[in-house]
């Protein structure tokens, strides 16, 4: 069997990471809402005419929280695969995981406060 070219090895590879992105837009229920609100805060920034620098933050922290909630999923999806009954450490894991979703949304909201409070003002 002959090798794939490099570059349709990469295009192959970007098109099962669309699918995956969609796949987890259209089936997770925390994605969807991560999602309306970056919606509304994108908005936000085009109403308040945030600053290059506030975009590349605001972009930044919605793209982590919304990667790492990815990252969160597929645990979780692995988790259930490998162990479908109750197993506290499973349970662990799948809270470890979530924790790491808490953290970065709670300094995407940390840095969304930054940005727009003073706008508010």
């Known amino acids: 069997m002959p090798k794939e070219s490099f570059f349709k090895n990469r295009i192959r590879s970007i098109g099962y990471a669309l699918k995956g992105m969609f796949l987890l837009l259209r089936t997770e229920a925390s994605i969807k809402i991560q999602f309306f609100i970056a919606l509304v805060m994108t908005v936000a920034g085009f109403y308040f005419e945030i600053s290059a620098t506030e975009w ?7 793209g982590l929280v919304m990667g790492i909630e990815g990252v969160n999923t597929a645990i979780e999806k692995l988790a259930d695969y490998v162990q479908p009954d109750h197993d506290p450490k ?18 995407a909201s ?3 406060l930054i940005i727009y409070i003073p706008k508010l003002m």
């Open 56 to 62: 590349i933050l605001q972009l930044f922290a919605i």
């Open 90 to 107: 499973i349970g662990l894991i799948k809270d470890i995981s979530a924790g790491a979703v808490m953290i970065v949304s709670i300094v």
């Open 110 to 112: 940390i840095i969304g």
